[in-house]
């Protein structure tokens, strides 16, 4: 009999090769196997209309414009400027990709969604690396894999930046260590941080596993040494309002750390930030609102995953929530109540926040570790963050668990792609794209955005024209270009601004910090009372 020290994240020919294998030998150990029928979902969604339930349309099959090696779309990036700001990158697991590329990322267009375009060639695999939207609006493909090497699972050190104006490939100085499954982000002083790895890694020495680095687009990486912690694969990062990291996920002790620090005393385990479970291949969401009183408020929820296991007990997955509010302020810990909940438990979920401060958690489901057998979840559910209540909504067509990727659309629809096609289940996921058209999208009395500054910084206010129809505004607010993989979104993240009113002209408060909003591109929605967005616009913050 076999049970797992922790929740395998590995599929069959996960980054291909071994590596499923091997990284399942080191989770097993004694005890007992849960039994998982592979393909069997249940759908019991929403049965209203659309302006209760939402519309999910599509199941857009883009594999005729897909090269015939491509495993499934794994990665994905929409645009914030540019021509092709609004269009969405992605890419997929392809074994046949050699550390020196040239690996295809594709263009999707939503405006045409059953067409994809090979639009880049980049010469790296950036398959299993990380990404993020930097300060400038460039994209950052930092490492990937080398599925040439011997010592299987490896990492590459190559980095590479997508200039979405010029809509150029160029070189970056490498990353030190040849990581995978790193998590990268953009800080508040516009460096970028790579922190986390994959513990499977043989060529990586024990120091090397805990290192970090920092990228200066002045200076290059700057290795540092975390003395000692080493996060682990695809760590749940946020940068918070003053400037710290805040890192959830994968184990129970969350951490703050101070990126600037290295060695003793960067990472820091406050007792209060304990959560409730295990989260692995959980979601995990950062929001900046503002409380009926005006007063600032950083909420992080950690939704789903799976749990460590003891050796006699089987995968248990969850469906609770764990909430943390001002993750920095002294005293802060996280809070947990069975009656916040989701209806099914699901890992492998994708959570994607709307521009009416709701969050969408899509797809996921339950698993076996050790054959892969999954039961996906393809009923959409919706959490309201501060009620901390949730709302069924439509049935996806399409199982979306490993690999797949979810992200918001400036027009406010939700895009859902990719991820491992699930045998037993009757229809493919690996590459076929899912839209999703909120309640709101149904309701009407949409406001319009009529001007708004390109660029905004962190002090004073700046003009918004807008015209309503019905319902006057109740927020602004900013949400960031998204970039994700493996079930966490690099990049998102929700900042509402304060505002006041005169005739057809909002003056709105810049953003209160570059921690609440590092700079790079936001979609700025202005929202009526009735919870209706406007159509974004692009910004530039910073």
Same mark, same amino acid.
């Given at each position: 009999?076999?049970?797992?020290?922790?929740?395998?994240?590995?599929?069959?020919?996960?980054?291909?090769? +071994? #590596?499923? /294998?091997?990284?399942?030998? =080191? *989770?097993?150990?004694?005890?007992?196997?849960?039994?998982?029928? @592979?393909?069997? $979902?249940?759908?019991?969604?929403?049965?209203?209309?659309?302006?209760?339930?939402?519309?999910?349309?599509?199941?857009?099959?883009?594999?005729?414009?897909?090269?015939?090696?491509?495993?499934?779309?794994?990665?994905?990036?929409?645009?914030?400027?540019?021509?092709?700001?609004?269009?969405?990158?992605?890419?997929?697991?392809?074994?046949?990709?050699?550390?020196?590329?040239?690996?295809?990322?594709?263009?999707?267009?939503?405006?045409?969604?059953?067409?994809?375009?090979?639009?880049?060639?980049?010469?790296?695999?950036?398959?299993?690396?990380?990404?993020?939207?930097?300060?400038?609006?460039?994209?950052?493909?930092?490492?990937?894999?080398?599925?040439?090497?011997?010592?299987? +699972? #490896?990492? /590459?050190?190559?980095?590479? =930046? *997508?200039?979405?104006?010029?809509?150029?490939?160029?070189?970056? @100085?490498?990353? $030190?260590?040849?990581?995978?499954?790193?998590?990268?982000?953009?800080?508040?002083?516009?460096?970028?941080?790579?922190?986390?790895?994959?513990?499977?890694?043989?060529?990586?020495?024990?120091?090397?596993?805990?290192?970090?680095?920092?990228?200066?687009?002045?200076?290059?990486?700057?290795?540092?040494?975390?003395?000692?912690?080493?996060?682990?694969?695809?760590?749940?990062?946020?940068?918070?309002?003053?400037?710290?990291?805040?890192?959830?996920?994968?184990?129970?002790?969350?951490?703050?750390?101070?990126?600037?620090?290295?060695?003793?005393?960067?990472?820091?385990?406050?007792?209060?930030?304990?959560?409730?479970?295990?989260?692995?291949?959980?979601?995990?969401?950062?929001?900046?609102?503002?409380?009926?009183?005006?007063? =600032?408020?950083?909420?992080?929820?950690?939704?789903?995953?799976?749990?460590?296991?003891?050796?006699?007990?089987?995968?248990?997955?969850?469906?609770?929530?764990?909430?943390?509010?001002?993750?920095?302020?002294?005293?802060?810990?996280?809070?947990?109540?069975?009656?916040?909940?989701?209806?099914?438990?699901?890992?492998?979920?994708?959570?994607?926040?709307?521009?009416?401060?709701?969050?969408?958690?899509?797809?996921?489901?339950?698993?076996?570790?050790?054959?892969?057998?999954?039961?996906?979840?393809?009923?959409?559910?919706?959490?309201?963050?501060?009620?901390?209540?949730?709302?069924?909504?439509?049935?996806?067509?399409?199982?979306?668990?490993?690999?797949?990727?979810?992200?918001?659309?400036?027009?406010?629809?939700?895009?859902?792609?990719?991820?491992?096609?699930?045998?037993?289940?009757?229809?493919?996921?690996?590459?076929?794209?899912?839209?999703?058209?909120?309640?709101?999208?149904?309701?009407?009395?949409?406001?319009?955005?009529?001007?708004?500054?390109?660029?905004?910084?962190?002090?004073?206010?700046?003009?918004?024209?807008?015209?309503?129809?019905?319902?006057?505004?109740?927020?602004?607010?900013?949400?960031?270009?998204?970039?994700?993989?493996?079930?966490?979104?690099?990049?998102?993240?929700?900042?509402?601004?304060?505002?006041?009113?005169?005739?057809?002209?909002?003056?709105?408060?810049?953003?209160?910090?570059?921690?609440?909003?590092?700079?790079?591109?936001?979609?700025?929605?202005?929202?009526?009372?009735?919870?209706?967005?406007?159509?974004?616009?692009?910004?530039?913050?910073?």
């Amino acid at each position: 009999m076999l049970a797992f020290a922790k929740i395998a994240r590995g599929v069959a020919g996960e980054c291909d090769g +071994p #590596v499923r /294998v091997r990284r399942i030998l =080191r *989770l097993v150990v004694l005890g007992l196997v849960v039994p998982i029928t @592979p393909g069997l $979902a249940v759908a019991q969604g929403c049965m209203g209309t659309p302006t209760q339930c939402g519309q999910w349309a599509g199941g857009y099959d883009l594999s005729p414009y897909l090269d015939p090696t491509e495993f499934e779309f794994a990665h994905y990036a929409v645009i914030g400027s540019g021509p092709n700001a609004g269009k969405v990158l992605l890419w997929c697991r392809n074994g046949s990709v050699l550390p020196t590329g040239p690996q295809t990322v594709y263009l999707w267009d939503p405006r045409q969604p059953s067409r994809a375009a090979a639009s880049l060639q980049v010469d790296s695999n950036i398959f299993c690396g990380g990404q993020t939207w930097m300060s400038d609006g460039g994209l950052l493909w930092v490492g990937g894999t080398d599925v040439t090497a011997p010592s299987f +699972p #490896v990492g /590459v050190k190559t980095v590479r =930046r *997508l200039d979405p104006v010029a809509w150029t490939i160029s070189q970056v @100085p490498p990353i $030190a260590r040849e990581v995978w499954y790193e998590t990268v982000i953009s800080l508040a002083d516009e460096t970028v941080l790579r922190t986390g790895t994959s513990p499977a890694v043989a060529s990586l020495t024990p120091a090397e596993l805990r290192s970090r680095e920092l990228y200066d687009p002045l200076s290059g990486w700057t290795p540092l040494d975390d003395n000692g912690f080493q996060p682990d694969e695809y760590p749940r990062l946020h940068v918070v309002q003053s400037g710290k990291v805040l890192m959830t996920g994968y184990d129970q002790q969350a951490r703050i750390l101070d990126p600037q620090v290295a060695g003793p005393g960067a990472w820091t385990a406050p007792p209060g930030l304990v959560s409730s479970v295990d989260r692995i291949a959980g979601g995990s969401v950062y929001l900046s609102y503002l409380d009926p009183s005006g007063a =600032r408020v950083e909420r992080v929820i950690v939704i789903g995953g799976g749990a460590i296991q003891t050796p006699t007990a089987p995968p248990t997955f969850w469906k609770s929530i764990d909430v943390l509010d001002n993750p920095d302020a002294p005293g802060s810990a996280w809070q947990t109540n069975p009656v916040w909940d989701m209806t099914w438990e699901r890992a492998e979920l994708n959570v994607v926040i709307l521009p009416n401060r709701q969050i969408l958690v899509i797809g996921g489901g339950i698993y076996d570790p050790m054959t892969g057998n999954r039961v996906p979840r393809v009923t959409t559910e919706m959490l309201d963050p501060v009620a901390l209540t949730w709302k069924l909504m439509g049935d996806q067509r399409h199982a979306r668990m490993y690999h797949s990727g979810a992200g918001l659309l400036p027009d406010g629809r939700v895009v859902s792609a990719g991820g491992v096609d699930i045998p037993g289940f009757p229809f493919p996921s690996a590459h076929t794209i899912e839209v999703f058209s909120p309640p709101y999208l149904f309701a009407g009395g949409a406001p319009s955005i009529t001007n708004v500054p390109a660029t905004i910084g962190y002090t004073g206010t700046f003009p918004v024209g807008v015209t309503t129809f019905g319902s006057p505004v109740g927020t602004v607010v900013l949400i960031r270009a998204g970039s994700s993989t493996h079930h966490f979104d690099f990049d998102q993240r929700y900042v509402e601004l304060f505002f006041t009113t005169s005739g057809s002209t909002l003056t709105v408060g810049a953003p209160p910090s570059p921690g609440a909003a590092p700079p790079g591109y936001y979609m700025l929605f202005v929202v009526s009372t009735a919870g209706v967005p406007s159509e974004a616009k692009w910004v530039l913050v910073g």
